[in-house]
């Protein structure tokens, strides 16, 4: 575990900070989704996952910590609109 923490500092000091962004197609879906990745990605690799639906609205600052963001298509439009 040791080596793949020295492997992930090596990648964030040489690459800018990427984002994943998957679409569920519904809000339940998002949320499943939410639920079993952050078991895998947070707790085993390090990585902060965050849903962002109509019941789930996370602050600015957790978006711009997420490396996995979840969410739903009519909330991605919302927000992606304003870029």
């Known amino acids: 575990m040791e080596e793949l923490d020295k492997v992930d500092e090596k990648l964030k000091q040489k690459f800018v900070p990427l984002k994943v962004i998957y679409v569920a197609p519904l809000k339940a879906l998002a949320k499943e989704r939410h639920k079993d990745w952050s078991i895998k990605l ?41 870029w």
Request: glycine residues 4%; charged residues 40%.
């Open 42 to 82: 947070e707790k085993k690799l390090n990585k902060k996952v965050v849903e962002l639906s109509g019941d789930c609205t996370p602050d600015l600052e957790e978006l711009m910590e997420a490396e996995v963001i979840i969410t739903t298509p009519e909330k991605w439009d919302g927000i992606s609109r304003n």
